[in-house]
């Protein structure tokens, strides 16, 4: 007659290899799980490497000025800004060049490239973001919030503060798109526009 061995009565060696067995098998039980691992960092964009410093935009009256500062930066691969966007008013990306001996004001339609661990920076008589159709005036000591939108679509907000401010001389290279513009005394962003 043959009877079951109660577990108490079973040998250390047969209990460490039962054990052994158990965990064995739950492990494999484990692996075959359906569950994805969840990424604990999220996907970095363009916007999440870039930061900007001493950013300020020109005090107006007018319907036209301009916004300033250091853009940086922090990743291992350049990035674009390709628009940049306000409540106040339509804006564009811009570049001062010289044209005939004069330097020009004109559309940067490429956009702006920050290199690898680089900066770009935005100054009166060079590359700036310029607003084209304020309705308001932006007083000295006002906060204005700009957009830049980058080529993989994230977006950075940064508030500039208005600063008085006197810029040189450009001429304004008008397009189809700013021909409303070139008439008006815009704080010298007419015919002669001042970044």
């Not at 960092?41 to 301009?66: C, E, I, Q």
């Not at 007083?139 to 204005?144: C, M, S």
Request: aromatic content about 4%; hydrophobic content about 40%; glycine content about 8%.
């Amino acid at each position: 007659m043959t009877t079951a061995r109660s577990l108490h009565t079973l040998s250390p060696r047969c209990l460490v290899g039962a054990t052994a067995a158990f965990a064995a098998t739950m492990t494999l039980i484990g692996c075959g799980s359906n569950h994805e691992p969840v990424s604990e960092t999220p996907a970095s964009t363009m916007a999440d490497a870039v930061t900007v410093t001493d950013a300020w935009v020109a005090a107006t009256d007018d319907a036209m000025t301009a916004a300033f500062g250091i853009i940086e930066n922090s990743s291992a691969t350049e990035v674009r800004i390709v628009e940049v966007a306000s409540e106040l008013s339509i804006m564009e990306l811009h570049e001062v060049v010289a044209v005939d001996g004069n330097t020009t004001m004109r559309q940067k339609e490429a956009g702006f490239t920050i290199p690898a661990h680089g900066e770009h920076e935005l100054v009166r008589g060079g590359d700036h973001f310029m607003f084209m159709s304020l309705e308001e005036p932006i007083t000295a000591g006002d906060i204005v919030a700009i957009t830049l939108i980058f080529d993989d679509d994230s977006e950075l907000t940064v508030d500039t503060i208005a600063k008085d401010a006197t810029g040189g001389e450009e001429e304004y290279e008008s397009g189809d798109n700013h021909a409303d513009h070139t008439e008006h005394d815009h704080n010298g962003h007419g015919k002669r526009d001042s970044v």
